[in-house]
Protein backbone atom coordinates (compact mmCIF):
# COMPACT_ATOMS: atom_id res chain seq x y z
CA UNK A 1 0.00 0.00 0.00
CA UNK A 2 0.91 3.47 -0.68
CA UNK A 3 1.86 6.24 1.97
CA UNK A 4 -0.27 9.00 1.46
CA UNK A 5 0.36 12.43 3.32
CA UNK A 6 -2.16 15.28 3.47
CA UNK A 7 -0.50 18.15 4.48
CA UNK A 8 -3.15 20.66 5.31
CA UNK A 9 -6.51 18.85 5.03
CA UNK A 10 -8.48 20.88 7.62
CA UNK A 11 -10.13 24.01 5.60
CA UNK A 12 -11.31 21.47 3.10
CA UNK A 13 -12.83 19.26 5.91
CA UNK A 14 -13.36 20.93 9.28
CA UNK A 15 -15.55 18.08 10.20
CA UNK A 16 -18.57 18.39 7.70
CA UNK A 17 -16.96 15.68 5.13
CA UNK A 18 -15.24 12.29 5.44
CA UNK A 19 -12.08 11.35 4.23
CA UNK A 20 -12.76 7.54 4.32
CA UNK A 21 -12.76 7.61 0.76
CA UNK A 22 -9.31 8.74 0.37
CA UNK A 23 -8.51 6.08 3.63
CA UNK A 24 -9.47 3.13 1.46
CA UNK A 25 -6.67 3.84 -1.21
CA UNK A 26 -3.24 3.69 1.03
CA UNK A 27 -2.08 4.12 4.40
CA UNK A 28 -3.13 7.63 5.11
CA UNK A 29 -1.84 10.22 7.44
CA UNK A 30 -3.87 13.39 7.70
CA UNK A 31 -2.61 16.46 9.04
CA UNK A 32 -5.07 19.86 9.54
CA UNK A 33 -1.60 22.15 8.87
CA UNK A 34 1.64 21.71 7.97
CA UNK A 35 4.84 24.29 8.74
CA UNK A 36 7.08 24.68 6.46
CA UNK A 37 9.90 23.20 8.68
CA UNK A 38 7.43 20.45 8.90
CA UNK A 39 6.78 19.17 5.36
CA UNK A 40 9.78 17.34 4.63
CA UNK A 41 9.67 15.15 8.22
CA UNK A 42 6.03 14.41 7.40
CA UNK A 43 6.34 13.56 3.64
CA UNK A 44 9.89 11.69 4.28
CA UNK A 45 8.04 8.30 3.53
CA UNK A 46 5.09 9.51 1.48
CA UNK A 47 4.38 8.37 -2.26
CA UNK A 48 1.42 10.59 -2.36
CA UNK A 49 1.22 14.02 -0.95
CA UNK A 50 -1.85 15.79 -0.92
CA UNK A 51 -1.65 19.94 -0.33
CA UNK A 52 -4.28 22.61 -0.67
CA UNK A 53 -1.68 26.22 -0.04
CA UNK A 54 1.06 23.98 2.27
CA UNK A 55 3.66 25.07 -1.18
CA UNK A 56 5.81 22.29 -2.58
CA UNK A 57 9.03 24.09 -3.76
CA UNK A 58 12.06 22.83 -5.49
CA UNK A 59 13.77 22.51 -2.01
CA UNK A 60 11.26 20.74 -0.88
CA UNK A 61 10.27 18.19 -3.77
CA UNK A 62 13.81 17.89 -4.09
CA UNK A 63 14.43 16.33 -0.53
CA UNK A 64 11.51 13.75 -0.88
CA UNK A 65 12.70 10.79 -2.91
CA UNK A 66 9.89 8.80 -2.15
CA UNK A 67 7.50 11.34 -3.90
CA UNK A 68 5.81 9.99 -7.47
CA UNK A 69 2.39 12.47 -7.26
CA UNK A 70 1.44 15.53 -5.62
CA UNK A 71 -2.24 16.43 -5.94
CA UNK A 72 -3.12 19.71 -5.10
CA UNK A 73 -6.52 19.99 -3.90
CA UNK A 74 -7.83 23.55 -5.21
CA UNK A 75 -8.42 24.30 -9.16
CA UNK A 76 -5.24 26.59 -8.80
CA UNK A 77 -1.80 24.84 -8.68
CA UNK A 78 0.75 28.23 -8.36
CA UNK A 79 1.76 26.77 -4.52
CA UNK A 80 3.77 24.24 -6.41
CA UNK A 81 7.09 24.26 -8.44
CA UNK A 82 5.56 22.56 -11.11
CA UNK A 83 8.71 22.46 -13.12
CA UNK A 84 10.77 20.41 -10.73
CA UNK A 85 7.98 17.98 -10.06
CA UNK A 86 8.39 17.92 -13.79
CA UNK A 87 12.07 17.50 -14.17
CA UNK A 88 12.24 14.55 -11.44
CA UNK A 89 8.89 12.89 -13.24
CA UNK A 90 6.31 13.15 -9.84
CA UNK A 91 2.78 13.70 -11.76
CA UNK A 92 1.09 16.79 -10.33
CA UNK A 93 -2.72 17.02 -10.47
CA UNK A 94 -5.58 19.56 -10.04
CA UNK A 95 -9.39 20.10 -8.96
CA UNK A 96 -10.70 21.80 -11.71
CA UNK A 97 -14.37 22.71 -12.08
CA UNK A 98 -15.53 21.77 -8.36
CA UNK A 99 -15.78 25.33 -7.49
CA UNK A 100 -17.20 26.97 -10.73
CA UNK A 101 -20.71 28.17 -9.75
CA UNK A 102 -19.71 28.85 -6.21
CA UNK A 103 -16.90 31.50 -7.45
CA UNK A 104 -19.31 33.09 -9.66
CA UNK A 105 -22.06 33.49 -7.25
CA UNK A 106 -19.07 34.72 -4.64
CA UNK A 107 -18.61 37.39 -7.50
CA UNK A 108 -21.77 38.43 -7.51
CA UNK A 109 -22.60 38.28 -3.77
CA UNK A 110 -19.54 41.02 -3.61
CA UNK A 111 -20.77 42.93 -6.64
CA UNK A 112 -24.38 43.16 -5.31
CA UNK A 113 -23.03 44.52 -2.03
CA UNK A 114 -21.04 47.59 -4.08
CA UNK A 115 -23.74 48.36 -5.57
CA UNK A 116 -26.14 48.06 -2.61
CA UNK A 117 -24.11 48.14 0.23
CA UNK A 118 -26.98 45.65 2.09
CA UNK A 119 -24.89 45.19 5.49
CA UNK A 120 -24.67 48.85 5.82
CA UNK A 121 -28.32 49.29 5.19
CA UNK A 122 -29.04 46.68 7.33
CA UNK A 123 -26.49 47.57 9.81
CA UNK A 124 -28.32 51.01 10.43
CA UNK A 125 -31.62 49.63 10.37
CA UNK A 126 -30.44 47.63 13.40
CA UNK A 127 -28.73 51.00 14.55
CA UNK A 128 -31.72 52.87 14.78
CA UNK A 129 -31.61 55.35 11.88
CA UNK A 130 -34.41 54.06 9.97
CA UNK A 131 -36.79 54.37 13.20
CA UNK A 132 -35.60 58.13 13.42
CA UNK A 133 -35.97 58.77 10.30
CA UNK A 134 -38.78 61.17 8.70
CA UNK A 135 -39.14 59.42 5.40
CA UNK A 136 -40.21 55.71 4.53
CA UNK A 137 -37.12 55.23 2.86
CA UNK A 138 -33.22 56.63 3.25
CA UNK A 139 -29.89 55.74 1.56
CA UNK A 140 -26.37 55.64 2.91
CA UNK A 141 -24.46 55.65 -0.28
CA UNK A 142 -25.42 56.04 -4.14
CA UNK A 143 -27.26 52.42 -4.99
CA UNK A 144 -26.39 51.00 -8.63
CA UNK A 145 -28.03 49.49 -11.47
CA UNK A 146 -25.79 46.42 -13.26
CA UNK A 147 -28.76 46.86 -16.29
CA UNK A 148 -26.32 48.32 -19.56
CA UNK A 149 -23.55 48.03 -17.71
CA UNK A 150 -20.04 46.82 -18.95
CA UNK A 151 -18.32 43.84 -17.34
CA UNK A 152 -14.52 43.05 -18.18
CA UNK A 153 -13.39 39.32 -17.55
CA UNK A 154 -9.54 38.78 -17.26
CA UNK A 155 -9.89 35.00 -18.16
CA UNK A 156 -12.19 33.26 -19.61
CA UNK A 157 -11.81 29.53 -18.49
CA UNK A 158 -14.70 28.05 -16.65
CA UNK A 159 -15.23 30.36 -13.78
CA UNK A 160 -15.23 33.55 -16.03
CA UNK A 161 -17.70 32.20 -18.41
CA UNK A 162 -20.05 30.96 -15.70
CA UNK A 163 -19.43 34.94 -14.64
CA UNK A 164 -20.18 35.57 -18.28
CA UNK A 165 -23.37 34.30 -18.25
CA UNK A 166 -24.87 35.35 -14.93
CA UNK A 167 -23.66 38.96 -16.37
CA UNK A 168 -25.50 38.52 -18.89
CA UNK A 169 -28.59 37.43 -16.75
CA UNK A 170 -28.30 41.09 -15.55
CA UNK A 171 -28.45 42.37 -18.91
CA UNK A 172 -24.56 43.34 -18.73
CA UNK A 173 -22.07 43.80 -21.43
CA UNK A 174 -19.61 41.10 -21.31
CA UNK A 175 -15.92 42.02 -22.66
CA UNK A 176 -13.01 39.21 -22.16
CA UNK A 177 -9.47 39.09 -22.26
CA UNK A 178 -7.78 35.68 -22.97
CA UNK A 179 -4.56 34.21 -22.23
CA UNK A 180 -3.34 35.78 -25.77
CA UNK A 181 -1.61 32.40 -26.70
CA UNK A 182 -4.21 31.87 -29.81
CA UNK A 183 -7.11 32.90 -31.11
CA UNK A 184 -9.53 33.14 -28.79
CA UNK A 185 -13.09 31.15 -29.59
CA UNK A 186 -16.47 32.68 -29.82
CA UNK A 187 -18.44 33.03 -27.04
CA UNK A 188 -21.83 33.84 -27.11
CA UNK A 189 -22.29 37.37 -26.18
CA UNK A 190 -18.69 38.22 -25.42
CA UNK A 191 -16.58 40.46 -26.90
CA UNK A 192 -12.79 39.82 -27.11
CA UNK A 193 -10.61 42.90 -26.48
CA UNK A 194 -6.96 43.77 -25.50
CA UNK A 195 -6.50 43.76 -21.82
CA UNK A 196 -6.19 48.10 -21.57
CA UNK A 197 -9.62 48.58 -23.72
CA UNK A 198 -11.33 46.13 -21.31
CA UNK A 199 -9.88 48.48 -18.14
CA UNK A 200 -10.83 51.96 -20.03
CA UNK A 201 -14.51 50.04 -21.24
CA UNK A 202 -15.55 48.22 -17.42
CA UNK A 203 -17.46 49.22 -15.26
CA UNK A 204 -16.75 46.10 -13.42
CA UNK A 205 -13.44 44.17 -14.05
CA UNK A 206 -12.83 40.82 -12.48
CA UNK A 207 -10.36 38.40 -12.32
CA UNK A 208 -10.35 35.15 -13.52
CA UNK A 209 -7.23 34.32 -15.03
CA UNK A 210 -4.01 32.00 -12.71
CA UNK A 211 -1.68 33.19 -11.01
CA UNK A 212 1.68 32.83 -12.60
CA UNK A 213 4.76 34.97 -12.99
CA UNK A 214 3.05 36.58 -16.12
CA UNK A 215 0.09 37.52 -14.39
CA UNK A 216 1.51 38.43 -10.95
CA UNK A 217 1.03 42.31 -10.53
CA UNK A 218 -1.10 42.11 -13.52
CA UNK A 219 -3.72 44.76 -12.37
CA UNK A 220 -1.18 47.47 -10.84
CA UNK A 221 -0.84 51.33 -10.69
CA UNK A 222 -0.74 52.21 -14.89
CA UNK A 223 -3.59 49.60 -15.41
CA UNK A 224 -5.81 51.20 -12.44
CA UNK A 225 -5.72 54.27 -13.82
CA UNK A 226 -6.85 53.06 -17.40
CA UNK A 227 -10.23 52.41 -15.17
CA UNK A 228 -13.11 54.66 -14.94
CA UNK A 229 -13.51 56.69 -11.76
CA UNK A 230 -17.05 55.08 -11.33
CA UNK A 231 -15.45 51.34 -11.75
CA UNK A 232 -15.47 48.11 -9.27
CA UNK A 233 -12.47 45.67 -9.06
CA UNK A 234 -13.43 42.59 -7.99
CA UNK A 235 -10.77 39.79 -7.66
CA UNK A 236 -11.75 36.16 -6.85
CA UNK A 237 -8.50 34.22 -8.40
CA UNK A 238 -5.21 34.99 -6.39
CA UNK A 239 -4.01 37.76 -4.28
CA UNK A 240 -0.78 38.47 -6.46
CA UNK A 241 -2.27 38.95 -9.57
CA UNK A 242 -2.97 42.80 -7.86
CA UNK A 243 -0.71 45.22 -6.67
CA UNK A 244 -2.31 46.03 -3.44
CA UNK A 245 -0.23 49.36 -2.46
CA UNK A 246 -1.30 50.71 -6.13
CA UNK A 247 -4.95 49.23 -5.83
CA UNK A 248 -4.87 50.85 -2.08
CA UNK A 249 -3.86 54.38 -3.49
CA UNK A 250 -6.33 54.30 -6.08
CA UNK A 251 -8.93 53.45 -3.54
CA UNK A 252 -8.08 55.69 -1.17
CA UNK A 253 -7.72 58.50 -3.85
CA UNK A 254 -11.11 58.12 -5.33
CA UNK A 255 -9.34 56.98 -8.20
CA UNK A 256 -12.18 53.97 -8.73
CA UNK A 257 -15.11 53.62 -6.93
CA UNK A 258 -14.32 50.33 -4.95
CA UNK A 259 -13.38 46.86 -4.78
CA UNK A 260 -13.75 43.62 -3.23
CA UNK A 261 -11.66 40.61 -3.04
CA UNK A 262 -11.79 37.42 -1.68
CA UNK A 263 -7.98 36.38 -2.07
CA UNK A 264 -5.07 38.41 -0.79
CA UNK A 265 -1.43 38.57 -1.85
CA UNK A 266 -0.84 36.77 1.76
CA UNK A 267 -3.03 34.61 3.59
CA UNK A 268 -3.71 34.75 6.39
CA UNK A 269 -2.81 38.67 5.24
CA UNK A 270 -0.22 40.40 7.82
CA UNK A 271 -1.87 43.48 9.50
CA UNK A 272 -0.33 46.09 7.41
CA UNK A 273 -1.44 44.61 4.75
CA UNK A 274 -3.07 47.89 2.86
CA UNK A 275 -5.93 47.22 1.86
CA UNK A 276 -6.67 46.04 5.53
CA UNK A 277 -7.24 49.95 6.00
CA UNK A 278 -8.80 50.86 2.89
CA UNK A 279 -12.73 51.26 3.53
CA UNK A 280 -13.98 50.88 0.20
CA UNK A 281 -12.49 47.38 -0.45
CA UNK A 282 -14.69 44.68 0.33
CA UNK A 283 -12.56 41.36 1.65
CA UNK A 284 -13.98 37.74 2.53
CA UNK A 285 -11.21 35.05 4.03
CA UNK A 286 -10.94 32.96 0.54
CA UNK A 287 -14.31 31.57 0.84
CA UNK A 288 -15.10 31.65 -2.76
CA UNK A 289 -14.57 27.87 -3.03
CA UNK A 290 -15.67 26.73 0.48
CA UNK A 291 -19.77 25.99 0.16
CA UNK A 292 -20.50 22.31 1.63
CA UNK A 293 -21.64 21.57 -1.82
CA UNK A 294 -18.13 22.47 -4.08
CA UNK A 295 -15.95 21.26 -0.91
CA UNK A 296 -18.10 17.50 -0.94
CA UNK A 297 -17.24 17.70 -5.20
CA UNK A 298 -13.70 18.51 -4.51
CA UNK A 299 -13.33 15.48 -2.33
CA UNK A 300 -14.91 13.08 -4.48
CA UNK A 301 -12.60 14.76 -7.76
CA UNK A 302 -9.34 14.90 -5.05
CA UNK A 303 -9.92 11.00 -4.37
CA UNK A 304 -10.50 10.02 -7.81
CA UNK A 305 -7.73 11.51 -8.68
CA UNK A 306 -5.62 9.60 -6.72
CA UNK A 307 -7.35 6.44 -7.44
CA UNK A 308 -6.37 6.90 -11.17
CA UNK A 309 -3.11 7.93 -10.51
CA UNK A 310 -2.58 4.18 -8.87
CA UNK A 311 -4.54 2.88 -11.51
CA UNK A 312 -2.10 4.49 -13.84
CA UNK A 313 -4.31 6.71 -15.48
CA UNK A 314 -3.43 9.77 -13.98
CA UNK A 315 -6.19 12.64 -15.18
CA UNK A 316 -5.69 16.37 -14.59
CA UNK A 317 -2.41 16.86 -14.75
CA UNK A 318 -0.76 20.15 -14.53
CA UNK A 319 2.84 19.63 -14.96
CA UNK A 320 3.76 16.96 -17.57
CA UNK A 321 1.76 18.64 -20.98
CA UNK A 322 4.19 20.55 -23.90
N1 LIG B 1 -11.35 32.16 -4.55
C1 LIG B 1 -11.51 30.86 -4.69
O1 LIG B 1 -11.96 30.19 -3.77
C2 LIG B 1 -11.15 30.18 -5.98
C3 LIG B 1 -11.76 28.95 -6.30
C4 LIG B 1 -11.42 28.33 -7.51
C5 LIG B 1 -10.49 28.92 -8.35
N2 LIG B 1 -9.92 30.09 -8.00
C6 LIG B 1 -8.96 30.74 -8.91
O2 LIG B 1 -9.63 30.98 -10.14
C7 LIG B 1 -8.74 30.71 -11.20
C8 LIG B 1 -9.53 30.37 -12.46
O3 LIG B 1 -10.23 29.15 -12.28
P1 LIG B 1 -10.96 28.45 -13.53
O4 LIG B 1 -11.60 27.22 -13.00
O5 LIG B 1 -11.79 29.42 -14.26
O6 LIG B 1 -9.68 28.05 -14.40
P2 LIG B 1 -9.62 27.79 -15.97
O7 LIG B 1 -8.31 27.13 -16.21
O8 LIG B 1 -10.86 27.12 -16.41
O9 LIG B 1 -9.61 29.26 -16.59
C9 LIG B 1 -8.51 30.13 -16.51
C10 LIG B 1 -8.52 30.96 -17.78
O10 LIG B 1 -7.57 32.01 -17.67
C11 LIG B 1 -6.96 32.17 -18.95
N3 LIG B 1 -5.69 32.88 -18.81
C12 LIG B 1 -4.46 32.40 -18.55
N4 LIG B 1 -3.57 33.41 -18.53
C13 LIG B 1 -4.25 34.55 -18.79
C14 LIG B 1 -3.89 35.92 -18.91
N5 LIG B 1 -2.62 36.32 -18.77
N6 LIG B 1 -4.87 36.82 -19.18
C15 LIG B 1 -6.15 36.44 -19.34
N7 LIG B 1 -6.55 35.14 -19.25
C16 LIG B 1 -5.61 34.22 -18.97
C17 LIG B 1 -6.81 30.75 -19.46
O11 LIG B 1 -6.64 30.75 -20.87
C18 LIG B 1 -8.14 30.14 -19.04
O12 LIG B 1 -9.14 30.34 -20.02
C19 LIG B 1 -7.86 29.57 -10.67
O13 LIG B 1 -6.59 29.55 -11.32
C20 LIG B 1 -7.73 29.89 -9.21
O14 LIG B 1 -6.57 30.67 -9.00
C21 LIG B 1 -10.21 30.74 -6.85
O1 LIG C 1 -8.11 27.34 -6.32
C1 LIG C 1 -9.00 26.94 -5.56
O2 LIG C 1 -9.59 25.86 -5.76
C2 LIG C 1 -9.42 27.77 -4.37
O3 LIG C 1 -8.73 28.95 -4.33
C3 LIG C 1 -9.32 27.08 -3.07
O4 LIG C 1 -8.05 26.71 -2.78
Redesign the pocket.
Known sequence: MLNIVVLDGYTLNPGDLDWTGLERLGNVTIYDRTKADEIIPRAADAQIVLT??TPMTRETISALPNLQYIGV????YNIIDTETAKERGIIVTN?PT??TQSVAQLVFALLLELCHHVGRHSDAVHEGEWTRSIDFSFTKAPLIELADKTIGLIGLGRIGRQTAQIAQAFGMRVLAVGSGRRNPPEVAGVEWVELEELMERSDVVSLHCPLTPDTEKLINAERIALMKKSAFLINTS?GPLIDEQALAKALNGGRIAGAAVD?LSTEPPAADNPLLSTSNCIITP?I??ATKEARER?MEIAVSNVQNFINGKAVNIVNLRK
Open positions: NKLATGVYSRVHAWL
